[in-house]
């Protein structure tokens, strides 16, 4: 741990989930292909049609409506609703089987197991510490067992912009009544969690896994996520 700036006195720890509390390339790829088979079952018209084909299908469909991004769950919904159009499917149908697809794909997204070790941690840090989630992506803090850690979890879309905006940061600092230096997240993601948090006046751990050069310092540089233990007191 490296620690760039003061820290200020810090009420909140807040929390990005995917690639921050466990790798989530693994979880993505299961989804994606439990979306693909839905897909193939309810509309053998797509068969041969990998990931990319919708991944296209929501390119296009940003480049009409780029505020879709900030709610990636329906700009996915959308844009599977859109290839099977492509493919020839009446509207009403596409309509079912993209809403099928997509639910099985969030249905694998949100199968999230934490090891014991990061659920240690959290446990431990939620004895002094106020804990809370923002996320850009949609996996869900109580189907992975943190409903009772976390005092709540925002997801970009239904809370707003998605991070760097300062929407959901400044939503979270009105939610818990804090001032928003009080809240320290924690993410992955420099352009995101970093750049986000700094500029909605929150500080700043970047969980930096490829030891990057940046520009722009957050407050706190872990290289590992138990490196939070030091903010228990011994």
């Not at 299961?30 to 979306?35: F, L, S, V, Y």
């Not at 639910?103 to 199968?111: E, H, M, P, Q």
Request: hydrophobic residues 45%; proline residues 4%.
């Amino acid at each position: 741990m490296h620690i760039y700036k003061a820290l200020s006195p810090i009420k909140a720890l807040s929390f990005d989930l995917d690639d921050t509390l466990y790798d989530n390339k693994p979880v993505i790829a299961a989804a994606e292909q439990a979306m693909l088979d839905a897909l193939l079952k309810h509309a053998p018209a797509s068969k041969g049609k990998d990931s990319d084909f919708w991944w296209q299908h929501r390119l296009k469909l940003a480049k009409i409506e780029p505020e879709l991004r900030h709610d990636i769950g329906r700009w996915r919904l959308l844009g599977i609703e859109a290839g099977l159009l492509e493919l020839g499917i009446a509207t009403d149908e596409a309509k079912v089987v993209a809403q099928q697809g997509y639910d099985a794909f969030l249905d694998a997204r949100t199968k999230i197991s934490l090891t014991a070790e990061v659920n240690d941690l959290l446990t431990a840090l939620s004895t002094q510490y106020r804990l809370i989630a923002i996320t850009n992506g949609n996996a869900c803090i109580n189907k992975m067992g943190l409903g009772e850690l976390f005092e709540f979890s925002l997801q970009a879309g239904p809370a707003g912009k998605m991070k760097p905006y300062p929407d959901m940061f400044q939503a979270a600092a009105q939610r818990l009544k804090l001032a928003p230096s009080q809240i320290l997240h924690i993410g992955d993601s420099h352009r995101a969690d970093v750049m986000g948090a700094l500029a909605a006046g929150c500080q700043a751990a970047w969980l930096d896994h490829h030891q990057q050069a940046v520009s722009t310092l957050p407050h706190i540089r872990l290289t590992d996520v138990q490196q939070l233990i030091n903010f228990l007191p011994h």
